[in-house]
């Protein structure tokens, strides 16, 4: 069936440390949605990228989508305790609903 | 604001109870969706209503039922739960259908022995 697969699964850095999780669909996508989903919490939504090729920035996060809109990506630059959490990828393949990715757990040590 | 509203927060059932986890939002938006999540699993959906008077299933939607009730309610329905629903369960909604963001209720952790 239709896949979003994400990796790493989880991850653990130092304070100050960047991070990245990568996301990818067998399928092209029509837009790749990115949530964090803090401890105890409930997923959030943060960004959704739509075109070819994207790159949007808040603050210390980057978010990509492949030229090919089958894969995308997000970078946290110079980690902070309060970016612990779940972040999960979602794609729409056009005509169907949201498919989310298992999701990487970001644990940050200071 | 209160957003998507779930209710109960905290449930515990014995195998073959029924129960119905409610689900509501105050932002007018035309889809709600029912996921569930499990450790290592992400989310998977259940049931989806992309406009009020439709339901359709999702990835897992065996042994669950879901009713829309208007545009703010969708409720989600385990006739006869079974140990392997045990499961933390998450309503949302989306003003934009499966192409625009989701907003999501804080969940229902659902135990049942």
């Known amino acids: 069936g239709q896949q979003v697969m994400q990796i790493p699964q989880y991850q653990h850095v130092q304070e100050g440390e960047d991070f990245t999780t990568y996301c990818n669909s067998s399928t092209t996508l029509s837009n790749i949605q990115w949530y964090k989903q803090r401890p105890g919490g409930h997923p959030v939504f943060l960004i959704q990228l739509v075109k070819s090729g994207e790159v949007k920035k808040q603050k210390r996060l980057t978010f990509q989508f492949g030229e090919a809109k089958k894969n995308s990506s997000l970078h946290i630059t110079a980690t902070q305790t309060t970016d612990v959490g779940t972040y999960f990828c979602a794609g729409d393949q056009a005509g169907t609903a949201l498919i989310f990715g298992k999701g990487t757990t970001l644990s940050v040590s200071s | 604001n209160a957003g998507v509203t779930q209710t109960p927060k905290f449930q515990v059932l014995k195998t073959g109870q029924s129960m119905t986890l409610q689900c509501a939002q105050d932002m007018n938006h035309n889809s709600m969706y029912w996921y569930r999540q499990d450790p290592g699993m992400g989310l998977r959906l259940i049931y989806y209503?992309?406009?009020?008077?439709?339901?359709d299933k999702g990835e897992v939607p065996n042994g669950y039922n879901v009713s829309r009730l208007n545009k703010r309610e969708f409720s989600l329905r385990l006739e006869s739960a079974a140990p392997s629903q045990t499961s933390v369960y998450f309503c949302?909604?989306?003003?934009?259908?499966?192409?625009?963001?989701?907003?999501f209720g804080d969940g229902t952790r659902l135990s049942i022995l």
């Open positions: 209503s992309a406009s009020e008077g439709t339901t």
């Open positions: 949302a909604s989306s003003g934009e259908g499966p192409r625009g963001p989701q907003h």
